[in-house]
């Protein structure tokens, strides 16, 4: 009976101690999250790599109009807000204009 007892015991910590943990990763990526949103920087188009300009030239961009643009102080990657037909895209590129990110769509 005591044996039982002490591994529902030691099952218990082990569960706590892991809830826990979990929890601590879950708070750093959301801080960690929140800090990139904070360093986006708007960029002027004069200030756009040559990179991402050149991507944004292509086919797959055609008819889509520039919201804008903006820098992240931290990672050096751009966000680009793309609008066409009320529908908005959001994507990511690094300083030479390759896509990093899914996009995400919103309908106005």
């Given at each position: 009976m005591n044996k039982i007892m002490f591994s529902i015991l030691v099952l218990l910590g082990l569960a706590v101690t892991d809830a826990?943990?979990?929890?601590?990763?879950?708070?750093?990526?959301?801080?960690?999250?929140?800090?990139?949103k904070e360093n986006w920087v708007k960029v002027n188009s004069?200030?756009?790599p040559e990179g991402v300009q050149r991507t944004l030239r292509g086919s797959e961009y055609e008819g889509?109009?520039?919201?804008?643009?903006?820098?992240?102080?931290?990672?050096s990657e751009f966000k680009v807000e793309l609008t066409k037909s009320g529908e908005t895209k959001t994507?990511?590129?690094?300083?030479?204009?390759?896509?990093?990110?899914?996009?995400?769509k919103k309908s106005s």
């Open positions: 826990h943990g979990q929890s601590k990763q879950d708070t750093a990526r959301y801080h960690y999250k929140s800090r990139i004069v200030d756009i889509w109009t520039v919201l804008g643009v903006y820098r992240n102080d931290d990672s994507y990511w590129f690094d300083l030479d204009g390759n896509r990093l990110h899914l996009h995400r």
